[in-house]
């Protein structure tokens, strides 16, 4: 509890207690000045220990031109009713209190369970490092600001010590807590050679780490900044309550000042009746009370705000409310599948000759991979790291020179005087190889040197384990069809899909082909069966007549960071495998901070719990208050049924807001 709020606190309290006391007096006028309409100066000092804020910001929303806010009205009817109990001299004034104490009650419910919905968020600003260790000559370490350490620098990141910046581990074996980040709590092995991310908590070895990035572009604040941005995107549904209290506040300001001053003139002038002035400003004070938005203008926002707390103890980091309403409207869901569904991990499973049989000889199998891997030692691709892992030895990059990346066919460079290619089968045209094609299941690396075609590399790549179970929990949350779009060739893609279960397959696709097939998916515009691609030999089926109907939201994952432009095209960009990449981040709406695909049906699902508790809160205020203003029009309802119609419907609208915070775990 901030110190806001026990402030707040201790004036509700005192305030419940005099005005207790007030009420259970026999004889207030025998108090001193208790004479002057029976003890009015006492109620007066309650209700400023109560509602003196109330009024400063209600005299501040006038000076600024904001008159009609809920603290205007609350000022209108409690000053309202202390100006009836006085013109009666009934000496009531309990009723004016009581509407500032429960208003106020419910505003300290609404801060408390605000603070608690932004204090879950901010459990990720535990993550921001204090310092970094900058290790002397004399062994000693100082402690300087992440800021002020250079990339390639070395330092030491001790037990129990945040990782302050992302860098390579040079010496050093130890555990890693990447809980705030990813939601998983089971630690990560972290040695000698493997990357570690800013953020992260080191559990149990001394490490030195290598950085290899500058503080301002770390995980660790990218993703601060991914946080603290996100309360600037407002929702659609937030959008419409504020324009609607615009228009709803002086709406029902003018709708109670005609309900005060009508019906006694009609009674005055065309029935000849007794006016009844009191009656009727009283029912306009009720119909102010209950009128008052309270419960709309908090419990939505606070909604979406507890919604991205709920979601990011997950590890899924949401860019704003608006994102967090457009992931509930998902329908299709389609898929990168190198790195989304698959671990990215190849592992050589065969070599082949020209005429696609099994290479036999040691040598020639050796010198295959050797040229590959030198090949490909300046790509970060993970068919570049599988093909160096199966070359098994250090990468002497004195041998190679003129290394050519060609997007979406491969690599040539010149490799001990000679140049190779390697890539797959249009590579091979391109630089006019005859070579075979490969029958075997998997990705195909062709190898050509000096022009003669040394044979191909058979990869395969690994499902994730919990792929399939994602595909069909997907499904379970309302997600109508499921597509993979991938690069990779028709036969692996083929058995990847048939196995997860998904719906439809793209294969054989350029990053700009991914673009244009999502948006015809987009638009559900069927592809004809005997189009052509603009590339030969790429697989494009029909969408078919299950695509064809109104537009739906469709959303793209991916690994963020090849499927950049794919991410920022689809109505939503979903990045998997965000750790430490900061393609995902700047591309993606959503961010799983890990590479678990359970995580999309989960994100999906908070998303519409979200959206359906603001929907339950739009309905139960306004039905709740409509009814109570037909009541309190009529006269049947008093001040009391309007306490509970505004303080009573705000703190059932937070009760039932703070539910998106929790998380139901798979």
């Keep these: 509890m901030t110190k806001k709020q026990r402030t707040m606190l201790i004036r509700i309290i005192v305030a419940a207690v005099l005005t207790a006391v007030l009420a259970l007096l026999p004889d207030i006028t025998a108090l001193p000045l208790g004479n002057v309409a029976h003890g009015l100066l006492y109620y007066i000092v309650v209700y400023l220990i109560i509602g003196y804020d109330i009024l400063r910001k209600a005299l501040l929303g006038i000076r600024n031109s904001r008159v009609f806010d809920e603290n205007f009205l609350m000022v209108v009817a409690t000053l309202g009713a202390f100006a009836l109990a006085l013109y009666e001299q009934s000496g009531d004034y309990l009723e004016a209190i009581a509407v500032m104490l429960f208003y106020q009650v419910g505003e300290f419910f609404q801060s408390y369970a605000v603070g608690k919905s932004r204090r879950d968020i901010t459990k990720l600003m535990d993550i921001r490092p204090d310092y970094a260790n900058i290790e002397q000559a004399d062994g000693s370490l100082e402690r300087v600001d992440p800021d002020d350490v250079e ?133 306009a004070l009720i119909f102010l009370v209950i009128s008052c938005p309270c419960a709309l203008v908090v419990s939505i926002p606070l909604s979406f705000f507890a919604g991205i707390g709920g979601a ?41 000759d020209i005429d696609d049989t099994d290479k036999t000889n040691e040598e020639e199998k050796r010198r295959l991979v050797e040229l590959a891997a030198l090949a490909e030692c300046a790509s970060s691709h993970p068919i570049s790291k599988s093909l160096q892992r199966a070359y098994g030895k250090t990468i002497d990059h004195s041998r190679v020179s003129d290394i050519q990346e060609i997007s979406g066919h491969g690599i040539t460079a010149v490799v001990d005087g000679k140049k190779v290619s390697v890539g797959n089968e249009k590579l091979m045209e391109k630089e006019g190889v005859e070579c ?35 595909i069909e929990s997907m499904r379970k949350a309302g997600v109508n069809q499921t597509v993979i779009l991938t690069g990779d060739n028709k036969k692996v893609a083929e058995e990847v899909a048939a196995h997860l279960h998904v719906d439809k397959v793209y294969s054989e696709l350029l990053p700009a082909d991914k673009v244009k097939m999502l948006e015809e998916i987009q638009t559900h515009a069927p592809v004809s069966q005997t189009q ?70 989960k994100a999906i699902r908070i998303s519409r719990k979200t959206l359906s508790i603001v929907w339950q809160n739009i309905i139960m205020a306004l ?44």
């Design 623 to 666: 039905g709740i208050k409509a009814v109570c203003l037909l009541l309190g029009a009529v006269g049947i309802a008093n001040m009391w049924l309007a306490i509970f119609a505004d303080v009573g419907v705000l703190i059932l609208a937070v009760l039932n807001a703070i539910r998106a915070m929790y998380v139901k775990k798979i």
């Design 436 to 470: 075979c094609h490969c029958h075997a299941s998997g990705t195909i690396v062709h190898v050509a040197c000096d022009g003669n075609y040394m044979g191909h590399i058979v990869l395969g790549d690994v499902v994730k384990p919990h792929a399939a179970e994602a």
């Design 312 to 352: 990011s103890r997950e590890g899924i980091l949401v860019k704003g409310a608006n994102m967090l309403e457009t992931l509930a409207k998902v329908k299709t869901v389609v898929l990168d599948k190198t790195g989304t569904l698959t671990l990215g991990v190849f592992d050589v499973t065969a070599m082949h």
């Design 151 to 283: 990339v390639g620098q070395t330092i030491i990141v001790q037990p129990g010590e945040k990782v302050p910046i992302d860098g390579i581990v040079i010496e050093g074996v130890s555990s890693l807590n990447t809980a705030a980040l990813t939601g998983e709590s089971l630690p990560q092995e972290i040695s000698e050679g493997q990357e570690i991310i800013s953020g992260s908590i080191n559990m149990t070895g001394v490490l030195k780490v290598r950085t290899t990035k500058e503080f301002d572009e770390s995980t660790v604040s990218k993703i601060l900044e991914l946080v603290e941005d996100s309360a600037s995107h407002k929702s659609r549904s937030e959008d419409f309550i504020t324009r609607f209290a615009r228009i709803y506040t002086p709406a029902v300001c003018i709708a109670a000042l005609t309900l005060a001053l009508l019906p006694p003139i009609v009674r005055l002038i065309f029935m000849g009746s007794e006016p009844m002035w009191s009656q009727w400003i009283y029912r």
């Design 532 to 601: 052509k691609p603009t590339n030969s030999g790429k697989h494009i089926p029909p969408l078919g007549r299950a695509w064809v109907g109104s537009r739906s939201i469709t959303a793209f994952v991916g690994d963020g960071i090849n499927d950049a432009p794919v991410l920022s095209r689809a109505d939503l960009g979903i990045a998997m495998g965000g750790l430490g990449s900061d393609a995902a981040i700047e591309a993606a709406d959503i961010v799983l901070m890990d590479d678990d695909p359970m995580k999309i049906a």
